[in-house]
């Protein structure tokens, strides 16, 4: 290759770089946030877009106390809230009716009573649809969605994480009942303790609906239909 030819060569090669046309080697990192799916860190990481509808910081990390699991809660009170949820005192109440005279048909109802130490300020802690003001009964389910949300702008923003929840106490109420009893009865009261009540109520003959009820709330229900 003569002299000439070379130059032109090198003119070509410039500039097909400057055009993009030949790319040099690079390294490209992309981290997403998302609040379904945290990277693994032993304490609150700093989330400033992502599925957060909040505009603030939010932290993410996992907790391992009365709820276990990922919570994401704003950076400004993501200790508060965690600290609520591990001193929340959690009792697992599972209310059980037994069918006598037919083949011991039966259906369990579970309700979680949380009786938090605290209520954080400025954020509002809602379990499984209910929020946590003071005593509260909610419906039991594994996971529990946790929202923790405020007050920005004229609305509410938050967060929702999915936790599993460690009862300190386990408490089983059985009311034994045949079905002719039911029968005869539209609404019933099985079972009472505290400021929940078991109902019963009778669709049709063999066919029911059993209620946990809290200060008068319906809480959580199943149906029985006896075949």
Not at 43 to 53: L, R
């Amino acid at each position: 290759m003569d002299k000439t030819n070379a130059i032109v060569l090198v003119l070509i090669l410039l500039g097909a770089l400057v055009s993009g046309c030949i790319s040099t080697p690079g390294i490209t990192q992309t981290q997403t946030y998302d609040t379904g799916n945290v990277p693994t860190s032993s304490s609150p990481g700093i989330q400033t877009g992502g599925s957060s509808s909040f505009t603030s910081a939010v932290g993410s990390a996992e907790i391992n106390g009365t709820f276990s699991g990922w919570l994401t809660a704003p950076m400004a009170y993501f200790d508060e809230v965690e600290r609520f949820l591990n001193s929340t005192n959690v009792t697992l109440y599972a209310f059980t009716a037994e069918v006598e005279g037919n083949m011991n048909a039966s259906i369990t109802v579970y309700v979680l009573k949380l009786v938090p130490a605290f209520v954080p300020k400025d954020v509002n802690v809602s379990i499984n649809g209910r929020e946590i003001k003071g005593a509260t009964c909610v419906a039991y389910s594994d996971p529990l969605p946790v929202s923790i949300s405020r007050k920005e702008g004229n609305g509410l923003v938050g967060t929702t994480a999915y936790l599993t929840v460690h009862p300190e106490g386990n408490i089983t109420l059985t009311a034994r009942v045949s079905a002719s009893e039911l029968n005869n009865v539209t609404e019933r009261t099985l079972l009472q303790v505290g400021d929940m009540k078991f109902v019963v109520r009778v669709l049709k003959p063999n066919d029911y609906v059993f209620t946990v009820l809290c200060n008068g709330t319906n809480v959580s229900s199943g149906r029985l239909t006896l075949g």
